[in-house]
């Protein structure tokens, strides 16, 4: 296949889904939309872009780094919107589309005449506009407002924040560039880059994709804007946070860098924005590091949930496998980030690479952010859990509840991808996506229980017929999937490339194809490079991770041991988990009758028991307790 | 045996002491002991207290707790001091005394009339004086000067410093009671109530005895000093650090405590206190209460090398049965706070129950503080480590290096105690006693390479016969321990009470007694409820914890699973660790040809290896790398 195709995500309006993620989008439509608006209320965050009163001022103290996460609150508001504009698609609101309209009319009235628009450095630091991109998120901010602008006008045609996000980019074209009087300059946390894209793809304005890649192309350059800028500034070069450049991926020119480093959303949202520009572009210099960027985050620094960043002291990477279970950062927006990355690395063709660890991080790092009504927020997703760790009502850096709620309200456009003459199909579940190829209007439905069972019907409607290609993920794990096109087997080998099921023809009405991915359990072992899994196994079935819990299992999962063979596992539905499977699993246990003494010279007796696994992501939904990806296993011994 | 018994350490100058701990005191009187007064130096705490120089003010901002470390920087001028003094039992060393005396000197200078001596609040905030005794180590900074002034009057008959710490100790009566006038207050963190025994027995004077029991009566009384001070001072009674009085064993009565909680340094020394008032007083209520607690922390709390106080948060105890190993904070100073502990609670008479854990304790989670060159310091002590834990030069709140050097300095003190007619050996290792007994003077002898043999050969000297006895403590662990007294065999359990053998005869010069002590190693395993040690051993060689370090074993030390008989351990003594024993073990490794994936379907591949175990005390003190206690075994999957 061409390297050369350039698919794009359908527009969220373009998918309707149901099965689990419509569970998900409707939990988001029943409380996380409203919830993020009324957090951000709470917050002060609608006082302080608010003209009509006095600016709020220092809400939330500035802190060591020189910062304080209250210089965010803007992106805050633009992922709420984006949340909010998602969840209008599923279900109308007028109520909350009241809200969101006045908070896009207090913008308005903010906006600098010259199109600036900032609630921190209009309100409270007017002085240090463009002072500091290195640390004051300023172009960030920039850049969730625009996201928000655009799903807000997909889902209801109201053009006016879309309007002042366009007036604010054509100033940012202004600012920044290499023309006399112009910043060489770019954010110290990356987002921009892949809103502007957006923002390119809906207005068809290419002068957004040319600041987007300004941006790309300039990051860690010499002479280094960020030392330049500090110089300026008055401030010392050295003495900042994190003290290294690669925190922010400005270490070294984008195309230059090999290993994943740094806070790891940063990283995330970089890549995503390189990917999009490489899409773009036809861009190959891109695409090859992003190539080995990916190898190098996959195989060597992600937790088996699509967690990544384990440690809290940077939000984000530490050594190669250095993957700590009970301390993982982990933190959910990274997932969300990973989720956006490998997205856009499907945009010059489909290839399972990267969509199997999307499917990998949305179902268990990402969407464990979420709790099952909707109403908690994940921000650290270990991978065990002593029992305190639970999910918030809110968090001090509140960037994760609208994270994963955008990203879930808007899955459809996670799932399908469009190029001339082909559609992809990057995620199952049960669904109905329109589009138009070849000049005609085709839906394309999934009837499926996936992720429970693995039987997927998909059904064509076409205004008429057309000739294009249908291309279907085979996941790598799914061990004999089978493939009919109108009841007539296909050899599915025999049209796999990069791991996807490419049906080109003449496609009409009524047309069917059955996929079908068996969903057996699997063990996973980790590279025993990764010093905290070993002698442990973790179980998945199709793309969830599963877990113990102390609900199911007692207090005292690290007493469990895993013998048996996996195809005794037993499946049920657990009403509580909202229909989830759960996986039962014979397995053996350290006796209890041990005695008073801390420490002995003869081991514990073993006992016979059931395990009781449920999926990753729909843990501490339930009685509080002890959670346990990572379970010992006997299979060490054997082999 | 009666419980009326008064057990008292001998004097640090009556034992010399030779083998393992002699050569630690030689590694302090090289290194340490100067080390600790240049850093005093360095740190400013020298300036600090020279009145012909203005004060310095504060070096070390305050901290949010609204104090900072600076204030106890007479705790580490006098712990260095102390150091100093045993240092100078061993060896000689002028340039050292003199710049003591100068310390002392200066100290002289800076006593107020009334005899209050501190240097922060005579120096740097006068009028904060005796205005928060909770928060500010006030009482602490006296106690370990009068630590430091006894041992230093001890090693140089010089009484200058002991004659200060008397007047301070004489102003404290007056400042603290129940009277008119009076405080009935206590200090926030204990130190000064084993302070003034000591400072009672050197002296002979009651007094001091009777103002530590008061302190120790009067902590957690209602109403609470804490509360009624805060609200002298103006401050907010529920909002300090760490916000519950649990933190410093303040919240019931000391004699009403039943769990071990709050700061681990704290609680050690607080429980030290009371084993002394109860020994000295012969005060069963305390002793009641300190067997609970005792237990409470024995079999519950603590890390099998005697380290305590898991969490860094408070410096100290979490849950029961929480003991990570990686993240363990188990401070140096709390293990040498254990050993305090432990050998106080030898005062009411001989119980392996305390000092078989007093010797673990000083053998792993204490002496593991001090590198073999006795130049650097451990502060926590881990029982992983992925290769990033080291010693330090110094540390910004340096407790630690002075508390591990005292404690190793004056070791003799904690071998021997006596009581009227009986000498009690509660430690092995080549050492000479002397005492007074039964109007004799003795000699007590022993001559071993423990504890890396198990043979020790006593002999006594006698100016004259007496009759006393000897006791001698058969360690648990020690299965098959024999005893032969001038050649003949002792039925061992026939004299053994409370796990200590008891020889009462007329003792002459020339009597031999000769104990073997089995040194097999044991395969320890810990109570299931302690999930991070699950499917783990560690593996003990007599007090010796031993670990696995990078540089004898590969890094991966995860990958290592012990399979093998103990019975096929080797030994060997290993030169760059100063002769210590090394033990050698068959055991299984993960293999290494994984390939490049991250995570897959089948477990790693079994391949043969030996493990080189070492002492854990010794670790990092070769090439710097990974290090592991709890071992993977595969012997949970048999029983």
């Keep these: 296949m061409k390297r050369d195709r350039q698919f794009r995500p359908l527009p969220v309006p373009s998918v309707d889904v149901q099965g689990l993620f ?31 009163i006095p600016s709020p001022g220092v809400i939330i103290p500035i802190q060591p780094w020189g910062g304080t996460t209250q210089m965010f609150w803007d992106s805050d508001l633009g992922k709420s919107i984006e949340t909010v504009a998602y969840s209008l698609y599923r279900r109308a609101n007028p109520e909350l589309e009241a809200r969101v309209d006045a ?9 600098n005449e010259d199109g600036y628009l900032n609630a921190w450095f209009q309100r409270v630091q007017p002085e240090r506009r463009w002072t500091n991109l290195r640390d004051h998120h300023e172009l960030y ?81 010499e002479p280094h804007f960020f030392t330049d800028e500090a110089l300026r500034d008055g401030r010392d ?23 994943v480093v740094g806070h790891a959303v940063r990283a995330m949202y970089l890549y995503a924005g390189m990917a999009d520009i490489a899409t773009e572009y036809k861009d190959d210099s891109l695409t090859a ?35 700590p279970n009970e301390t993982a950062y982990a933190e959910t927006c990274a997932s969300v980030g990973l989720v956006f990355w490998a997205n856009r690395m499907l945009g010059r063709g489909p290839n399972r690479r990267y969509a199997d660890i999307m499917e990998q991080a949305l179902y268990n790092g990402a969407m464990a952010g979420l709790s099952l009504d909707g109403k908690t927020f994940f921000y650290e997703n270990p991978l065990e859990s002593g029992g305190k760790h639970h999910r918030w009502v ?109 049906i080109e023809r003449d496609w009409k009405s009524g047309d069917a194809i059955d996929l079908e991915i068996p969903l057996a359990p699997r063990a996973i072992f980790a590279n025993p490079l990764v010093r905290q899994d070993a002698g442990r196994t973790a179980l998945m079935r199709g793309p969830l991770v599963y877990c113990v819990e102390a609900t199911d299992n007692g207090e005292g999962l690290n ?10 596992a037993k499946t049920s539905t657990v009403d509580a988990l909202r229909g989830a499977v759960a996986l039962d699993l014979p397995a053996q246990r350290d006796a209890a009758d041990w005695g008073t003494a801390l420490y002995r010279t ?26 346990l990806v990572w379970v010992r296993t006997g299979a060490a011994s054997g082999e």
Aim: aromatic share 10%; glycine share 10%; with cysteine.
């Design 559 to 568: 007493r469990l041991t895993l013998t048996g063979d996996l195809g005794k």
């Design 289 to 323: 590091a992003l190539e080995t960027l990916w190898d190098d985050l996959t195989t060597k620094q992600m937790y088996v949930t699509g967690g990544i960043g384990p440690a809290a002291a940077n939000e984000g990477f530490t050594d190669y496998y250095d993957l």
């Design 141 to 221: 901010c920039a850049g969730h407002l625009m996201e928000g602008a655009v799903a807000y006008y997909q889902a209801t045609g109201k053009k006016k924040l879309l309007d002042i996000m366009c007036r604010y980019a054509d100033y940012l074209i202004t600012v920044f560039g290499r023309g006399p009087g112009q910043m060489p300059g770019y954010c110290g946390h990356e987002e921009v880059e892949l809103a502007l894209v957006k923002l390119a793809r809906v207005t068809g304005e290419k002068k957004y994709l040319d600041l987007s890649k300004f941006f790309v192309d300039e990051r860690g350059t």
């Design 394 to 502: 809110w968090h001090h850096c509140p960037c994760c509840p609208p994270n994963i709620a955008r990203l879930l309200a808007s899955i459809g456009s996670y799932m399908y991808a469009v190029a001339d003459n082909e559609i992809a199909v990057h995620l199952y579940g049960e669904s109905q996506a329109r589009f138009e190829i070849g000049g005609a209007k085709i839906e394309l439905s999934q009837k499926t229980n996936y992720p429970w069972e693995g039987a997927i019907h998909f059904g064509v409607k076409a205004d008429k017929p057309a000739r294009f290609a249908i291309t279907l993920r085979v996941p790598g794990w799914a061990e004999g999937a089978t493939l009919k096109v109108n009841g007539e087997a296909i050899d599915i080998a025999s049209v796999t490339i990069d791991g996807y099921a490419r």
């Design 22 to 52: 419509g569970d998900r989008q409707d939990a988001i439509c029943d409380s996380t939309a409203a919830t993020l608006l009324d957090r951000c209320v709470e917050a002060g965050m609608v006082k302080a872009i608010d003209t009509s």
């Design 237 to 259: 070069v050295a003495d900042f946070h994190q003290k290294t450049y690669e925190y922010g991926q400005s270490h070294v020119p984008v195309r230059e860098q090999t290993k």
């Design 103 to 111: 908070i896009i009319d207090l913008y308005e009235k903010l906006q």
């Design 602 to 627: 003869s081991p514990p007796k073993q006992e016979e028991t059931t395990a009781r696994f449920v999926p990753y992501p729909f843990w501490d939904n339930r009685t509080p307790g002890e959670m």
